[in-house]
């Protein structure tokens, strides 16, 4: 990360609770200021924005976590402020935390110790008590059961590998799983072919997948008509992958047994079997961290270089920060946009030293390095002139 001094202090908001260690990597150069209007970066985790306008500063927003469904993230697209995420920061507490459920939930565990501690304890010979009642919580073991894993992202897959650890049969799905998690998938987890396979074979599904229009109540009266009697569900993805009408039916009906979800609401806490936990999954102070630390460097770094990497919008694009003057680019991927820009910096008597163009879709971010020192009146100028590009939605000269 370089050491740069910013002309101006940039503003930066968080919208939930951030991690002091990930708002440090802010230094002199920034200012946290969660009454800003017009901020120029926002952190935020599960704040949902879709209903904020944003001022004509904000330039970028960091998700410290993997889901953006609480970002609007076209309309930030649009109107050329970049959206990063910090993926598989918080794989590994996500993780940890269904394994834990997956076991607590069938040994009964929720059950017994809210029946254990209800116990009055001035009752004599408690232990006999404790004895005589604990044959309602006889449970079943993992091992032995097999785990349908739906995404095998940076969650899904680790989940995957280590159950197998547990002696559990592990299966499969994901029709987009990326070359890097595929190498780090154990050859023991069996790959589904259909999402159906996967669903007929489970004793216990855990879910992995982004919230998205693909993905949107999944699991519903068709899919749960697949299943093996006594399934358990685990959704520590988004509640609204569920169908929630159809999943209270097959609850009542007991062909979902258990139903574990990070997203309780009102319906969920209405259901026969529902395990509701207040959306822990990421609740760690290392998963914490990692998430600020990622979201904060990654500000940092496109605020102070222009560089982008882990972004969900943008094209993700880097050229090595020397120092010179850089013009950094966001606009329409279309024939000679380059040309035009490249026109632009000449008309100035300016040298390109170097530059970079990635595109995305129906966008592209260019870099172009001056070689020469830009005298100051020239960068308004020149920045006016290169926004005045018919395709351009923002530019800077950094
Ligand atoms: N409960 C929590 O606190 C918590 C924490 C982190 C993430 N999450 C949720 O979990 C999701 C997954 O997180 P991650 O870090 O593993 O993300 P990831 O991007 O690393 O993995 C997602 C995986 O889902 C796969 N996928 C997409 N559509 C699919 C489909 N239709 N069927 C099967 N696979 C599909 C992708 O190919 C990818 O491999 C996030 O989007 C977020 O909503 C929740
Ligand atoms: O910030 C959190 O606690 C939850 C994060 C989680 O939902 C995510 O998508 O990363």
């Keep these: 990360m370089s050491t740069i001094t910013l002309d101006k202090k940039q503003m930066i908001k968080t919208l939930n609770n951030i991690s002091e ?15 800003s209007e017009n901020p120029d970066a926002i952190v935020v985790r599960s704040f949902h924005m879709h209903d904020l306008t944003f001022g004509d500063e904000l330039k970028a927003i960091a998700r410290a976590g993997a889901g953006v469904n609480n970002i609007p993230v076209e309309k930030c697209t649009e109107q050329g402020i970049v959206v990063f995420n910090t993926p598989g920061a918080n794989a590994n507490a996500v993780k940890e935390l269904v394994l834990t459920t997956i076991m607590a939930s069938s040994r009964n565990l929720f059950d017994g110790v809210a029946w254990a501690k209800a116990l009055d304890n001035e009752t004599e ?31 899904g897959a680790l989940v995957a590998n280590d159950a197998l650890n547990l002696g559990m049969d592990v299966i499969g799905f994901d029709p987009f799983i990326s070359v890097d ?28 997948v982004p919230l998205t229009d693909d993905t949107k109540g ?13 399934v358990q569900i685990l959704n520590f993805s988004r509640g609204e992958l569920v169908n929630e009408k159809d999943m209270s039916q097959a609850l009542e009906e007991g062909t979902v047994a258990r139903y574990i979800t990070d997203f309780p609401n009102a319906n969920v806490l209405k259901m026969k079997n529902v395990i509701p936990i207040p959306h822990l999954g990421a609740s760690t102070k290392e998963s914490e961290d990692n998430c600020a630390v990622m979201a904060a460097r990654q500000i940092k770094d496109y605020l102070e270089t222009g560089n982008i990497k882990n972004s969900v919008n943008f094209p993700n694009a880097s050229l090595p920060y020397t120092g010179k003057k850089r013009v950094a680019t966001f606009h329409q991927n279309v024939p000679n946009m ?16 170097d530059m970079v163009n990635r595109s995305r879709g129906e966008y592209a971010y260019t870099m172009i390095d001056i070689e020469n020192d830009v005298n100051g009146d020239i960068i308004p100028n020149l920045e006016r002139k290169i926004s005045q590009i018919e395709g351009v939605v923002t530019t800077r000269i950094i």
């Design 181 to 208: 998690t595929a190498w780090n998938l154990s050859r023991n987890v069996k790959r589904a072919a259909t999402i159906d396979e996967l669903f007929q074979h489970s004793d216990y599904i855990t879910v992995h």
């Design 218 to 230: 999944m699991f519903n009266s068709g899919s749960f008509s697949l299943m093996k009697q006594g």
């Design 21 to 35: 260690n990930g708002l440090k990597v802010f230094d002199d150069n920034y200012q946290i200021d969660n009454n």
């Design 125 to 155: 010979d408690l232990s006999k008590l404790v004895e005589a009642g604990k044959k309602q919580f006889v449970g079943t073991e993992a091992k032995g059961k097999t785990l349908g894993v739906i995404g095998l992202g940076a969650i």
């Design 338 to 353: 380059v040309g035009q820009m490249s026109s632009a910096i000449s008309s100035f008597d300016l040298n390109i030293a």
